[in-house]
């Protein structure tokens, strides 16, 4: 059996892994000229998590995590407003978390199909026609299956199921991330993920193993993407304090961030005949929501596991779609109705309310509570999603 995975990221590759495991040859193609560098820092954990420790790849996923001891947020000033122990949140999902930049996470699984599939970058689907692939760089490959793991943006979703405006909802914000280097501004988050406590914008920043910083920004606007990335950011983000200023003067060029709006993908099916999507070609539930690469991560797991279990191709899919939709249905339903305003309030009165919450957790019988409430766990397991 051959499948024609679009997308070398996160999704993409989970998935090449587990289709390999099962005996099939796997073709990668990726747009980008090669890995990606660009991202920000996550906290994985969740179904994602379960997937990779399935997959024998935890111990190596703790070795590319991120040591994280402290979460807090911080004024204009640079004072301490809240500060929790990160421990508190491994507690919650009973250690079952790590913080890890995303292009390591995608580096993860790219270690793992090393030698066993052929990863072309620089290659994008140009046209699907029944089960034949059309490749940009001209090959034409015959698949048993076809999948788009090309992000929010997917070509293989605009080929087969329509335009992205179809499907696309935007949550009115754009968010960038860049990493730079500035050795007075990473002993000030040395072991922290430091996040500005701000209305309508914030930065959050991390230090990472090589002594660079990471950071992240999102801001509220209905504005289309700029041209230039580099002085949106810039512009929106001015004025909020040394870390943010430090980091703002060495913000790169446009080409070298990340840069897009956040948006979440609604579709009515995510299967046609032997095309699947996966990750957020299919169900992205946008930065706010915090487990878009474990959902894609676990959306790839049960895939596998679901055409390994039936005895077709569309019998699979059918049954991938049928299992995994309601999960990620409830995360984008969650995001949109709860987690937005409290990731980015646009109130004072929210603002003030989530520092208390966080500062509650110091409370004994409360932290489990309401760091489970931040990191909740779903009613059935991956193992149980892909049996």
Known sequence: MRAVISGAGIAGL???NRLHHHGWEVQVVDRAAGPRTQGYMIDFFGPGFEAVTAMGLQPRLRELASPVDEFCYIDDHGRKTVSVDYALFAKAVDGAIVSIMRPELERLFRESVAGAVDVRYGTTVDRITGSRVALSDGTTLDADLIVGADG????????VFGPERGFLRSLGMHTGAFVFTDPEAFEKVRGKFVLTETLNRQMGFYGLDDGRVATFLVSRTDDPLPEDSQE??????????DLAERALAQCPPSDEVYYDQVAQIHMPRWTDGRVALVGDAAYAVSLVAGQGASLGVAGAYVLAERLQANSSVPEGLADYERRWRPVATAVQQAARDRVTEWFLPTRTTTLLMRRWGFRAMRLPGLDRVLVGSLFPKGHRSVAELSA
């Open 14 to 16: 989970a998935l090449a």
């Open 152 to 159: 929010v943006h997917s070509g293989v979703r605009s080929l």
């Open 232 to 241: 949106a950011l810039r512009r929106t983000f001015a004025g909020m304090g």
